[in-house]
């Protein structure tokens, strides 16, 4: 069974920058994309950005100018750098993959990140 986990949420300052990680329990090369996204309260959840296997990263249009996705395959984690945090970007923050085999999707269980002074 995957498992992904996330890390790294908290409080923020705005203004400020959050760094998440996503670990997942084995190779990310099973995956052909992993993304992360977001749900605040009394909202749908956000697709922030995905990175695909073969190489492009996709960002949407809300933070795109603030968001950065990267992928370390030695150690199975992907990452999100979001930067100048406003209180609207609070949230629970989660992580997706879909398995390259049979496009199954799996997901964390999702990281708190709040934005407040």
């Known amino acids: 069974q995957v498992q992904l986990v996330e890390s790294g949420g908290g409080l923020v300052q705005p203004g400020g920058s959050l760094r998440l990680s996503c670990t997942a329990s084995g190779s990310i090369f099973r995956f052909n994309a992993m993304g992360w996204y977001r749900q605040s309260s009394g909202k749908e959840r956000e697709w922030l950005g995905t990175?695909?296997?073969?190489?492009?990263?996709n960002y949407a249009d809300a933070v795109k100018s603030r968001c950065t996705i990267d992928a370390d395959t030695e150690i199975n984690t992907i990452y999100l750098v979001l930067n100048s945090l406003i209180p609207e970007d609070t949230a629970v923050y989660y992580c997706?993959?879909?398995?390259?085999?049979?496009?199954?999707?799996?997901w964390g269980h999702g990281t708190q990140v709040t934005v407040s002074s």
């Open positions: 997706n993959a879909r398995d390259r085999r049979n496009a199954s999707e799996y």
């Open positions: 990175v695909f296997s073969t190489g492009p990263t």
